[in-house]
């Protein structure tokens, strides 16, 4: 098998740990380095519950510590989502390794410098550290096979009404991204809200046996609850349970399900009301020519599949 060697970058919060989950039940996927940032929640936070997932999991990769703020912006945090330790009120377990020496853009630097081929870059919080690599290193531009981010929207939002949280928190990174070249996969609210779980396919999931599945539907229990809060999300969610990030790693392991176009995408860096709304050309009047594969649509039935399996796969492991 042609293994698909990655480098993910993200801000545990529950939904990057269903990423996380769903990356280490895949054969083909050749997991190099994880990196953290702030995020959902301040980066001692995110940092602690990457190694927690993973001393968990019984999966030992190298977690590099990230930035601590947003390149310009002031940070912003999303406990009320999250909950104040970030995983939703679970306890997974007491770290057996610890963060590496190397900060994370140290590692992403010489990991991709290292490699033997391109690197997919999969991002599931704000673009901090991925931006900061490419402003210090442009030259790892080359070795960056592309980048699947969890993030912005073609319309709406979730920490604004026009702008996604990943995007919000840091717009300055997010430009740097845009701009970079790089092939990009923009997996942003458009296709993650249609990639819900049902109540009735939480109750089947807390029926599962195992003590991880268990975890995992007490955890997605506490977001059930606290996305229903969230004001921008239309009253037709009430029932359903939105897990962005696990698109970020579906989309590479089975692109056949999502369906996407190529656009040219900028973002506001400020503004009263638009600050960090990821503004997609799909009118295509701009003229300019397309940065981001945005996906738009997905096949649910067929997602929540491969999220049962992961499920199964990592739980019947432990
Ligand atoms: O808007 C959803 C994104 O913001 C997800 O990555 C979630 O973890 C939060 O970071
Ligand atoms: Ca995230």
Known sequence: MKRIPIIIDCDPGIDDTMMLMLAFSREELDIRLITTEAGNLTIDKTTYNALSFLSYINKRVEVAKGLSQPIFRQQEVAEDIHGEGGLGNVEWAVPTFE??????????YETLMQAEMPIT????GPLTNVGALLLAHPEVKAKIARISWMGGAAVGGNMSTTAEFNAYVDPHAVELVMRSGVPIIMSGLDVTHKAYITREEMTQLSQLETPFAQKVANM???YTFTQKQTPFNPPYFEEQIRVHDVSAIACLVHPEMYRGDDYFVEVELEGRLTQGATIVDYAKRSGKTPNVHVLHDVEREKFIALFFDAVMKIGNTL
């Open 99 to 108: 963060a590496s020496e190397r900060p994370a853009i140290q590692a992403m």
């Open 220 to 222: 997605m229990n506490f």
């Open 121 to 124: 870059i999969v991002a599931t």
